[in-house]
């Protein structure tokens, strides 16, 4: 059973008390949460790593329309601690067999009108989350204290939030833009936002990201707040335009009020890098065909192309692109309804399933909320035309989706993005999410949910050269944050040329990315053209690369400058590094865990589109990585 201190207080005749609950423990008992109810009513916590600081008092709690349950609180009970232990399987992350494991409590407060408020902590051994539950009937929400409160030291790894109808065609905020790198704690966001989640720190020796968990429609997403003066970093919520048209911006119940889970994974950078918090806390798989749920890896033509891409004849020949790589989806995109037609895209569609190749397809989400020219346009927004739609995919055999260009995080724009996901389960259709939110651990949720951009992915880098220049940093910093817990559809891999553009990183560097970063589906950027160029050794490496992962283990790194990460499919490790610096990096490696088999380095030649093969030894040793430069390692 929980114990309290109390401490006695005569404040103007009235007795008060001063409550603080015993510790909830990590199973491992190195995180600790400390639970405060002051004597004015103010809820709190604060959280320690093996006794030292790492989040210092924060504030809780959470206002709806009536009830405000943000000050003036008293403990009403406490739950008893009780372990928690749950168990799933996820074919879109970096570890197949997941258990999680924690240590719950339940606080409950009231305030001076008796209205009441759960607190739930659960503390694992990778990290602390909580979140609030408000008992009634159709509550709304008006505001929520939650703060992060760190040390005047920390440093901070962190996204800006872009204004809302901004951007191409007003399709701003899409979470596409570089990351400040080891910032002050404190740091007002660059563009006035606020803060995007996974949100990296680093306090003393320990490394924190913070993010949220379990959006099941209900709530609005959040972010971290502009403002965070005194490195108090607040939750935010978004901008009015970030809304289905004519719906709700807030979260708003028809029953209980409760937020999803607000998520403080810490320790050691490689603790984040093999955590699974983000997913561990999200809500169970909905009924979805297993069979179908096939991971893989995707040509496609409008990385490169661009619009000029999207004929038949092209889409063709990416499918054949496809086969002769032994991979498993061509991805069609923008304007194929005008372009090809649907009566066309059957051909095609039989065209790829004689070759064993599975068709996907592109969408535009939006109705009014920006003015992006592209089609199929309009033919999602309501549940009867998506049951149209997607019926009519399946039955021509498309196997799923592109949705892109999204409003932002209202409570009816991820209501949005939940309905039609569960609507293409429902066909039997796999989806990727574009110009969209993050996705907070919906892969668990919904099995077909393959992989999300929400990032300023690969497409950028032939825009604009600057955005080619910022880009081998940029990508070093997404093991450690965008990619922390969700997939990602960065669409990776360029060994050719990028028109209009000089591509700075080395053909190691494109080749490592292909492991470092995770996808459900992976989209490669590379044309036929290009892939031609390479040795027959590094096509192979490609045609055999795992679609899908089942162990992780973080080997070296630092978030913006380099990574190295081993990922294990069957009896299959592949090691991957890659160098963001201008000079060269000689990286230890502790490959001790593959048992000292030997396998093949595959990593820059002389020449900065060259490649070379060498063997490599499980076991302790150092590789050198050139400037902007990666590698393969591959133990079979």
Same mark, same amino acid.
């Given at each position: 059973?929980?114990?309290?201190?109390?401490?006695?207080?005569?404040?103007?005749?009235?007795?008060?008390?001063?409550?603080?609950?015993?510790?909830?423990?990590?199973?491992?008992?190195?995180?600790?949460?400390?639970?405060?109810?002051?004597?004015?009513?103010?809820?709190?916590?604060?959280?320690?790593?093996?006794?030292?600081?790492?989040?210092?008092?924060?504030?809780?709690?959470?206002?709806?329309?009536?009830?405000?349950?943000?000050?003036? *609180?008293?403990?009403?009970?406490?739950?008893?601690?009780?372990?928690?232990?749950?168990?799933?399987?996820?074919?879109?992350?970096?570890?197949?067999?997941?258990?999680?494991?924690?240590?719950?409590?339940?606080?409950?407060?009231?305030?001076?009108?008796?209205?009441?408020?759960?607190?739930?902590?659960?503390?694992?051994?990778?990290?602390?989350?909580?979140?609030?539950?408000?008992?009634?009937?159709?509550?709304?929400?008006?505001?929520?204290?939650?703060?992060?409160?760190?040390?005047?030291?920390?440093?901070?790894?962190?996204?800006?939030?872009?204004?809302?109808?901004?951007?191409?065609?007003?399709?701003?905020?899409?979470?596409?833009?570089?990351?400040?790198?080891?910032?002050?704690?404190?740091?007002?966001?660059?563009?006035?936002?606020?803060?995007?989640?996974?949100?990296?720190?680093?306090?003393?020796?320990?490394?924190?990201?913070?993010?949220?968990?379990?959006?099941?429609?209900?709530?609005?997403?959040?972010?971290?707040?502009?403002?965070?003066?005194?490195?108090?970093?607040?939750?935010?919520?978004?901008?009015?335009?970030?809304?289905?048209?004519?719906?709700?911006?807030? #979260?708003?119940?028809?029953?209980?009020?409760?937020?999803?889970?607000?998520?403080?994974? *810490?320790?050691?950078?490689?603790?984040?890098?093999?955590?699974?918090?983000?997913?561990?806390?999200?809500?169970?798989?909905?009924?979805?065909?297993? /069979?179908?749920?096939?991971?893989?890896?995707?040509?496609?033509?409008?990385?490169?192309?661009?619009?000029?891409?999207?004929?038949?004849?092209?889409?063709?020949?990416?499918?054949?692109? #496809?086969?002769?790589?032994?991979?498993?989806?061509?991805?069609?995109? /923008?304007?194929?309804?005008?372009?090809?037609?649907?009566?066309?895209?059957?051909?095609?569609?039989?065209?790829?399933?004689?070759?064993?190749?599975?068709?996907?397809?592109?969408?535009?989400?939006?109705?009014?909320?920006?003015?992006?020219?592209?089609?199929?346009?309009?033919?999602?927004?309501?549940?009867?035309?998506?049951?149209?739609?997607?019926?009519?995919?399946?039955?021509?055999?498309?196997?799923?989706?592109?949705?892109?260009?999204?409003?932002?995080?209202?409570?009816?724009?991820?209501?949005?993005?939940?309905?039609?996901?569960?609507?293409?389960?429902?066909?039997?259709?796999?989806?990727?999410?574009?110009?969209?939110?993050?996705?907070?651990?919906?892969?668990?949720?919904?099995?077909?949910?393959?992989?999300?951009?929400?990032?300023?992915?690969?497409?950028?880098?032939?825009?604009?050269?600057?955005?080619?220049? /910022?880009?081998?940093?940029?990508?070093?910093?997404?093991?450690?944050?965008?990619?922390?817990?969700?997939?990602?559809?960065?669409?990776?891999?360029?060994?050719?040329?990028?028109?209009?553009?000089?591509?700075?990183?080395?053909?190691? !560097?494109?080749?490592?990315?292909?492991? $470092?970063? $995770?996808?459900?589906?992976?989209?490669?950027?590379?044309?036929?053209?290009?892939?031609?160029?390479?040795?027959?050794?590094?096509?192979?490496?490609?045609?055999?690369?795992?679609?899908?992962?089942?162990?992780?283990?973080?080997?070296?790194?630092?978030?913006?400058?380099?990574?190295?990460?081993?990922?294990?499919?069957?009896?299959?490790?592949?090691?991957?590094? !890659?160098?963001?610096?201008?000079? #060269?990096?000689?990286?230890?490696?502790?490959?001790?865990?593959?048992?000292?088999?030997?396998?093949?380095?595959?990593?820059?030649?002389?020449?900065?589109?060259?490649?070379?093969?060498?063997?490599?030894?499980?076991?302790?040793?150092?590789?050198?990585?050139?400037?902007?430069?990666?590698?393969? #390692?591959?133990?079979?």
């Amino acid at each position: 059973m929980t114990a309290y201190r109390f401490t006695a207080l005569l404040v103007v005749g009235t007795f008060c008390a001063h409550a603080h609950a015993a510790p909830l423990t990590s199973p491992d008992r190195h995180i600790a949460v400390d639970v405060t109810l002051s004597p004015t009513g103010a809820l709190t916590y604060a959280v320690t790593r093996d006794g030292k600081p790492v989040i210092l008092p924060s504030s809780l709690g959470i206002e709806v329309k009536g009830a405000d349950l943000t000050q003036g *609180l008293t403990l009403a009970a406490s739950s008893p601690v009780k372990p928690i232990e749950d168990r799933y399987e996820l074919a879109t992350a970096k570890k197949r067999h997941i258990t999680y494991r924690a240590n719950e409590q339940t606080h409950t407060v009231r305030n001076a009108q008796g209205q009441a408020m759960d607190v739930t902590f659960r503390v694992s051994n990778d990290g602390v989350a909580f979140r609030y539950r408000v008992a009634g009937k159709n509550l709304r929400f008006v505001r929520e204290t939650t703060g992060f409160a760190f040390d005047k030291s920390t440093k901070a790894w962190l996204q800006p939030m872009a204004v809302a109808q901004t951007g191409w065609s007003n399709t701003n905020p899409s979470y596409e833009e570089h990351y400040q790198r080891e910032i002050p704690a404190g740091t007002p966001s660059t563009l006035g936002a606020g803060w995007v989640f996974p949100a990296l720190f680093r306090t003393g020796e320990t490394w924190v990201a913070l993010t949220e968990a379990n959006l099941d429609g209900s709530f609005h997403a959040s972010r971290l707040h502009t403002d965070s003066r005194g490195g108090v970093y607040r939750l935010d919520i978004p901008a009015a335009p970030e809304v289905f048209t004519n719906g709700a911006l807030l #979260a708003e119940s028809k029953g209980d009020l409760v937020t999803p889970w607000r998520v403080v994974a *810490l320790g050691s950078l490689r603790t984040l890098v093999e955590s699974t918090l983000g997913t561990d806390l999200a809500a169970p798989a909905i009924a979805f065909d297993k /069979a179908k749920i096939q991971p893989g890896h995707a040509s496609w033509s409008w990385a490169l192309l661009k619009d000029d891409g999207t004929y038949i004849d092209t889409q063709k020949r990416f499918v054949d692109y #496809a086969a002769d790589m032994r991979w498993d989806y061509t991805l069609v995109d /923008a304007d194929w309804d005008r372009k090809i037609g649907f009566e066309r895209l059957r051909e095609l569609v039989d065209y790829a399933a004689a070759k064993k190749i599975g068709i996907l397809v592109w969408y535009n989400s939006s109705g009014a909320w920006n003015k992006t020219p592209y089609s199929p346009k309009g033919a999602l927004l309501t549940r009867a035309a998506r049951v149209r739609e997607f019926a009519r995919l399946r039955e021509m055999g498309v196997k799923g989706v592109k949705v892109d260009f999204f409003a932002g995080d209202g409570k009816s724009m991820v209501a949005y993005y939940v309905d039609m996901l569960q609507d293409a389960a429902d066909a039997g259709l796999l989806v990727n999410f574009h110009g969209a939110t993050l996705p907070r651990g919906w892969s668990r949720t919904f099995p077909n949910l393959m992989t999300v951009e929400a990032v300023k992915g690969f497409e950028f880098t032939t825009f604009d050269q600057k955005d080619q220049d /910022a880009m081998p940093p940029h990508a070093a910093m997404l093991p450690f944050s965008r990619n922390l817990f969700d997939p990602m559809d960065y669409t990776p891999l360029v060994f050719g040329d990028i028109p209009k553009i000089k591509r700075i990183t080395r053909n190691g !560097f494109e080749l490592a990315e292909a492991v $470092l970063f $995770l996808s459900g589906i992976q989209h490669f950027a590379e044309r036929p053209e290009g892939m031609a160029g390479v040795p027959d050794y590094l096509r192979n490496l490609l045609r055999d690369l795992p679609r899908s992962w089942d162990d992780v283990r973080f080997i070296d790194g630092y978030p913006g400058r380099h990574a190295v990460i081993a990922r294990k499919s069957g009896d299959s490790w592949y090691v991957a590094g !890659f160098n963001a610096d201008n000079e #060269a990096r000689s990286v230890d490696l502790d490959l001790s865990f593959i048992e000292g088999r030997s396998g093949i380095l595959t990593t820059d030649g002389d020449g900065e589109r060259a490649f070379s093969q060498a063997p490599i030894r499980a076991g302790k040793t150092s590789v050198s990585i050139k400037p902007r430069g990666g590698f393969v #390692a591959v133990f079979k």
